[in-house]
């Protein structure tokens, strides 16, 4: 059973950054995509970064420039870093994992909240 835990969530003033990650807690599969997808209350979850397990990588049109994906999908492992937050990237950040059988998983979630 593949299990992801964030972390590194958190309050920071517009113009900050925080960095994310994402780990497993159990057993390690072999992974086609590991991204981060952010959710906000009444809202759908949307894709907000997503790396290959060849290495490329795509971003949201919003997070362009200030946001960076990196990780080792061999070891389940991925980081999101946050630049230049705004108050509009206040959400729930989920980390997902993708294999190759059409599996998909998420982890529990972590809170990053942009305010002064």
């Known amino acids: 059973q593949v299990q992801l835990v964030e972390s590194g969530g958190g309050l920071v003033q517009p113009g900050g950054s925080l960095r994310l990650s994402c780990e497993p807690s159990?057993?390690?599969?072999?992974?086609?995509?590991m991204g981060w997808y952010r959710q906000v209350p009444g809202n759908e979850r949307e894709l907000v970064a997503i790396?290959?397990?060849?290495?490329?990588?795509n971003y949201a049109n919003s997070v362009k420039g200030r946001f960076t994906i990196s990780g080792d999908i061999v070891k389940n492992t991925v980081y999101l870093q946050m630049n230049s937050l705004k108050p509009e990237d206040t959400a729930v950040y989920y980390c997902?994992?993708?294999?190759?059988?059409?599996?998909?998983?998420w982890g529990p979630g972590t809170q990053v909240t942009v305010s002064s």
């Open positions: 790396i290959s397990s060849g290495g490329s990588t």
């Open positions: 159990g057993s390690i599969f072999s992974m086609r995509t």
């Open positions: 997902n994992a993708d294999r190759w059988t059409g599996a998909r998983y």
